[in-house]
């Protein structure tokens, strides 16, 4: 059977893309705001209420997965539209439903660029969901670490000993951040609170 991101276990997701951080690539910016434009040309701004690159690719002054996220509000009632899929499936996307967990409601997630062969591609993962969705928040924490740069720097150092441990774990490496972006989630807030 052919390998396609649909039969891939989880064994093979960890062996055929372990976790590597890089140095941050300048040329991430002028990427995500080409897949940008390719996306609003093909499904619109009627359907698309904003797009944003969020993730460790977004915050320049740390090391990264070289991956390009990229955060897609749309409006609630096209959330899981079967016409909306279709449109990213054509752009070269492959689509899973998120399920639900910790006060993060479903969403759909979209992955291309991933290889299995030798040949490299840029790989771009979108999280596509509404305004209220809780995953909106990981851009308040791209906002913060880049405007504080020691706390950029503490969590660069948690990402580094984590694909140092966790290397062909993905899913450990992602549960090992959780506190430290909570936390800085919690901060903040807090700050929010005070300035009011």
């Known amino acids: 059977m052919e390998k396609t991101l649909y039969n891939l276990t989880k064994d093979d997701w960890n062996t055929l893309f372990p976790i590597e951080l890089v140095d ?30 969020f993730g460790s690719s977004s915050i320049p002054s740390i090391k990264s997965k070289p991956y390009i996220d990229l955060m897609i509000e749309i409006p609630k009632q096209l959330l899981f539209n ?58 308040d924490f791209r906002d913060f670490l880049n405007s504080n740069p020691d706390r950029a720097k503490q969590y660069e150092n948690l990402k580094i000993e984590l694909a140092t441990k966790f290397k062909n774990d993905r899913g450990s490496y992602v549960l090992g951040k959780t506190n430290f972006i909570n936390e800085t989630l919690d901060i903040i807030n807090t700050r929010a609170k005070s300035n009011v």
């Open 82 to 139: 079967e016409e909306l899929v279709a449109q990213f499936t054509e752009l070269g996307y492959a689509h899973f439903v998120v399920p639900e967990r910790e006060n993060i409601a479903s969403y759909s997630s979209f992955g291309k660029g991933y290889r299995f062969d030798d040949k490299k591609e840029q790989i771009f993962h979108i999280h596509m969901c509404p305004k209220d969705n809780a995953m909106w928040k990981q851009i």
């Open 24 to 53: 941050h690539n300048p040329a991430w910016k002028n990427r995500y705001n080409d897949e940008k434009e390719r996306i609003l040309k093909k499904v619109g701004n009627q359907t698309i209420i904003r797009i944003e690159h």
